[in-house]
C-alpha cells in the first residue's frame, strides 16, 4: 500500500522553528517530486514548496520564501520542510504529496499521493 505520513507538527510561538518530515511506505520517493502543501481553517489549499525528483529543482511559495528549506533524502526515504521564523499566519494543517516528476516540481501540479496532514499551530 502506497502511503505517505507526516510528522513533526505542533504548537510553536511565533518566531519558533519546525521540522516536518514525510516519510514513504510501500513505494521509494526517488523519482517523485515532493511537495507540500497548507490548509488553515475557512481558506483554500495552498501550495508552500516542492522539489523535484532528482533534487535540482525547488520552488517556494513567496509567503515562505527565505524562512522555509525544503530537502530530501533519498536513503531514509523521506523528504524535510524546516520552517523557520515561523509567523501565526503559517497556522494550518500542512499535507505532503508525491507525484512522478524527476526534472522538475511544480506547486499546481496534479499530485497523485497525499498524505493525512500534520497540524502547525503558531501562537504565543
Known amino acids: 500500500q502506497l502511503q505517505l505520513v507526516e510528522s513533526g507538527g505542533g504548537l510553536v510561538q511565533p518566531g519558533g522553528s519546525l521540522r516536518l518530515s514525510c516519510a514513504a511506505s510501500?513505494?521509494?520517493?526517488?523519482?517523485?517530486?515532493i511537495g507540500w502543501f497548507r490548509q488553515a481553517p475557512g481558506k483554500e489549499r495552498e501550495g508552500v514548496s516542492c522539489?523535484?525528483?532528482?533534487?535540482?529543482?525547488?520552488s517556494y511559495a513567496d509567503s515562505v520564501k527565505g524562512r522555509f528549506t525544503i530537502s530530501r533524502d533519498n536513503a531514509k526515504n523521506t523528504v524535510y520542510l524546516q520552517m523557520n521564523s515561523l509567523k501565526p499566519e503559517d497556522t494550518a494543517i500542512y499535507y505532503c504529496?508525491?507525484?512522478?516528476?524527476?526534472?522538475?516540481?511544480?506547486?499546481?501540479?496534479?499530485?497523485?499521493?497525499w498524505g493525512q496532514g500534520t497540524q502547525v499551530t503558531v501562537s504565543s
Open positions: 522539489i523535484s525528483g532528482s533534487g535540482g529543482t525547488i
Open positions: 510501500g513505494f521509494t520517493l526517488f523519482g517523485y517530486a
Open positions: 504529496a508525491a507525484v512522478r516528476l524527476f526534472r522538475r516540481c511544480g506547486l499546481s501540479d496534479h499530485y497523485e499521493y
